[in-house]
């Protein structure tokens, strides 16, 4: 395994300069978070469970950048995969936190949970999802880099 890891050449070098947050990156990944988060908030509070929009976001992104908007910069598209897995994700954490605060109020364990409530949940929620990940970013992008066959967002 060491060996396929030293001669593993990355798909963009490191000495091209490429553009990957740009404000079209950023508007379109807020677009998709929006859309894929209230999906599987939908999905996930009718259901029982929710799916990833990782692969998704992805298809989507290149469908967009690449045939509407006419570029081709693959780091464009990751930003927008990531920021749109991001939003599904914050939605998928809060569906199944939240509803046990209503439950708590109906049963007369306290008040329900106040817009500003749910708002500061959810952003911990976020903060703390970003605080787990970097360590697992460097055990499994950094460490296993081409080793890793395909590693999903």
Not at 25 to 39: K, P, Q, R, T, Y
Not at 49 to 55: F, G, K, L, Q, R
Not at 63 to 91: D, F, P, W, Y
Not at 99 to 120: K, N
Request: with cysteine; charged share 15%; hydrophobic share 55%.
């Amino acid at each position: 395994m060491k060996d396929q890891k030293e001669i593993f050449k990355p798909y963009i070098p490191a000495d091209k300069v490429v553009s990957e947050f740009t404000p079209m990156s950023i508007v379109l990944g807020i677009i998709l978070a929006v859309v894929f988060g209230a999906a599987n908030a939908y999905l996930g509070l009718r259901v029982g469970m929710t799916v990833s929009a990782s692969i998704p976001a992805a298809v989507v992104s290149m469908g967009v950048i690449r045939l509407i908007m006419r570029r081709k910069s693959i780091l464009e598209n990751n930003m927008v995969q990531t920021i749109g897995s991001a939003g599904e994700s914050l939605a998928a954490g809060a569906i199944f936190t939240l509803p046990v605060l209503f439950m708590w109020a109906a049963q007369g364990e306290g008040g329900a949970p106040s817009f500003f409530m749910i708002t500061v949940i959810a952003i911990c929620g976020g903060i703390l999802g970003v605080l787990f990940m970097i360590p697992l970013r460097t055990a499994l992008i950094v460490e296993e880099h081409g080793i890793l066959p395909f590693p999903e967002g």
